[in-house]
């Protein structure tokens, strides 16, 4: 969480300039107002397991974060953080399964496919390739956040711009990417 928050920082600028060109502007400031929550909370009140740490933090980011990013990403990391439940360590198997029942939650509440050009682009692929490594799921996080580009948005603001949403690469499918790479990072 603490590598999420420090490359949301440091992208926030480009996360914002991607929304500016097809929603209100503000994806780079959500995601850095709601990691910075998430950091603080998890310092101040260190949870026993990883499971609840993904609780702690989804909750942070539904609370603080307004907009449509924030409720979709806490969603999927306290369904993650449910599903590890209250183990001391979790393998790789299990945090797969954790992120799968968080990309499943997403899904349900948002109502996105593959193709709608959202986070969605880049999370199914990224689960996907977590069965290979960290950085696979990394690599195609970020393929997938580019294969937004020439995509029509079907969901959230970007919609409403229908054919103009075209070219443009989407904020949120570019936060996942990162939020990926994060994770790689950390278990290099
Ligand atoms: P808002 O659109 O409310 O300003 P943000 O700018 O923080 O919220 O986040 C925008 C991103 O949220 C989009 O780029 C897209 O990836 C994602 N998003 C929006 N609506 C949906 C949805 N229904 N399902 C999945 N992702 C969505
Ligand atoms: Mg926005």
């Known amino acids: 969480m603490a590598a999420a928050a420090g490359l949301v920082e440091r992208e926030a600028g480009r996360l ?3 929304d ?3 929603g209100d502007a503000d994806h780079g400031t959500n995601m850095q ?3 910075a929550a998430v950091v603080k909370a998890l310092e101040s009140e260190p949870p026993a397991a990883p499971g609840a740490v993904l609780m702690t933090a989804g909750r942070q980011l539904i609370s603080t974060v307004g907009g449509a990013a924030g409720p979709l990403y806490g969603t999927l990391l306290r ?3 449910k599903r590890l439940g209250e183990a001391p360590q979790v393998t790789a198997a299990e945090l797969r399964a954790g992120l799968r029942a968080g990309l499943d939650s997403v899904r349900e509440l948002g109502g996105a496919a593959p193709g709608d050009k959202t986070m969605v682009d880049a999370l199914v692929p990224a ?3 977590l069965g290979d490594s960290l950085d696979a799921a990394a690599a195609a996080a970020d393929e997938g956040a580019r294969a937004t580009v020439p995509m029509l948005a079907r969901k959230g603001r970007a919609s ?3 054919e ?3 070219g443009h690469q989407d904020p949120g499918a570019t936060s996942t990417a990162l939020l990926f790479a994060a994770l790689a990072e950390v278990a290099r």
Request: aromatic share 10%; charged share 25%; hydrophobic share 45%.
């Open 16 to 18: 914002t300039e991607l």
């Open 20 to 22: 500016s060109a097809i």
């Open 33 to 35: 107002r709601g990691f």
């Open 79 to 81: 369904r993650a953080g």
């Open 127 to 129: 689960v996907e390739a």
């Open 160 to 162: 409403y711009l229908g």
């Open 164 to 166: 103009r949403s075209i």
